[in-house]
């Protein structure tokens, strides 16, 4: 069968390719993939090529397919599989599988499997290591948002706290306690917050900051303070523009926050969150950042006496993704607000390519259709010539500006096929 996919050949040469695919092993599956999120990692890979530790020597002669947030419908299963999988099943994919002992993995390294593309052939380590999952829900954007929703649910299972002569450490948030997330306006802190107030291990104080008071104001309007509060949770989001620290501290009544969680690789927001912690503090540097020189300073005093302690999550585990599949499945996390751009498998180059450059939250990919990369906001603008950009625009008026399983269906049943 042919196939379109989006694959890399070198560092900055990612191309649309239409090539033949494999009929698959016995111990493979084949897919069809209905959405796939791009994530900063892909853009990173990009820049990198070969360089990157995810990205083999080869990929001249066997260029990668890239994207690894995707979802999508079984389409053909091996016979080693056959008792557990079937066609026509949905699924979700958790891409950080142990090939072989690499860390070679989907949307990073193999000719014939990511996110970025038409269909993909699992090979026989994915459903090995259960990284092959069931999803329930409907809307498939939601699969794709699994992925970097498992990351924030990781980086809450690391954070830990400890007890005055003892070395037992206690896994998780405080409950009850007070959580500030610094720079939490973006798409990744959104799903920090929507997890802090939804989980069952919930902050008494949650306070949310950011220099730019529109993303502050969208984040409000999403994640409002009276549904947290209905879950126990005070929420107050706040613009650290000026006097981060002592605007910080006076919300918390001058006692500081138990767990901070860093969103933004910028010293000077990993310093507020040092100046920050309470006793027993746990500082969690969640932002992935480029720069390998990346400092900043630290208190030790009070690592020593304070007992503050620092912690850095990169990627979510296989529980921590199930975990997400199941609260979304239950209707307890509501993803699509990290959601602002949507468009089809002919805007992911570009998009790639440019991503630091584009403003809003996560981009999302419909593989298996044609389209420009169009930020939510500007559909009623395009509407004026696109017929369709109409619909999903009065659509996404009727969700308060956000993307969901209706828009979804509407531009599956009629956009225009790649």
């Known amino acids: 069968m042919m196939n379109k996919a989006v694959r890399m ?5 990612l ?4 090539f033949e695919m494999p009929k698959i092993q016995d111990d493979e599956i084949l897919v069809k993939i209905i959405s796939d999120s791009i994530c900063m990692s892909s853009y990173k890979a990009t820049i990198q090529g070969s360089a990157h530790k995810r990205v083999p020597d080869d990929i001249a002669e066997h260029p990668a397919i890239i994207g690894h947030e995707f979802c999508g419908e079984i389409v053909e299963v091996g016979s080693k599989w056959a008792g557990k999988y079937k066609p026509g099943e949905k699924f979700a994919i958790q891409p950080a599988i142990d090939y072989r002992g690499t860390m070679m993995t989907p949307g990073y390294a193999f000719e014939f499997c990511g996110g970025d593309s038409q269909y993909a052939i699992l090979m026989n380590e994915v459903m090995e290591h259960n990284c092959l999952l069931e999803y329930k829900a409907d809307a498939y954007f939601y699969g794709s948002l699994s992925e970097p929703l498992s990351c ?3 980086t809450y299972h690391a954070m830990y706290h400890t007890h005055p002569g003892s070395y037992v450490h206690e896994m998780g948030i405080k409950q009850g306690g007070n959580l500030a997330i610094l720079a939490g306006a973006g798409p990744m802190g959104l799903g920090a917050i929507d997890y802090a107030i939804h989980c069952d291990r919930r902050p008494g104080l949650l306070v949310v900051t950011d220099i730019d008071q529109s993303r502050l104001d969208r984040a409000a309007s999403i994640y409002t303070v009276e549904d947290a509060a209905a879950h126990g949770v005070k929420l107050v989001y706040a613009n650290t523009r ?3 620290v002592e605007t910080l501290m006076g919300i918390s009544g001058g006692k500081g926050y138990d767990d901070v969680l860093v969103f933004a690789p910028v010293p000077a927001v990993i310093e507020q969150g040092d100046a920050i912690l309470a006793f027993d503090g746990c500082l969690n540097f969640f932002a992935g950042p480029t720069n390998p020189k ?20 990169s990627g979510g585990n296989t529980s921590d993704m199930i975990e997400s599949l199941e609260m979304i499945a239950a209707g307890k996390l509501h993803p699509e607000g990290m ?16 991503l630091p450059k584009i403003p809003g939250g996560k981009k999302l990919i419909y593989p298996n259709i044609s389209m420009e990369l169009t930020a939510i906001e500007d559909f009623a603008k395009k509407g004026e010539s696109d017929p369709i950009c109409k619909e999903l625009a009065a659509i996404c008026e009727r969700h308060n500006m956000l993307w969901s399983e209706e828009a979804e269906k509407y531009l599956l049943a009629h956009a225009k096929a790649i």
Do not use: C, P, W
């Open 9 to 13: 050949h070198a560092a900055n040469d």
């Open 152 to 154: 924030i649910v990781g």
């Open 339 to 354: 959601i602002t751009h949507v468009g089809g498998l002919d805007a992911v180059i570009e998009t790639t390519k440019n």
């Open 294 to 313: 990346l400092s900043a300073m630290f208190n030790f005093y009070e690592v020593h006496y304070g007992a503050h302690h620092i912690v850095g999550t």
């Open 242 to 244: 000026e006097n981060a």
């Open 15 to 18: 191309r649309l390719d239409t």
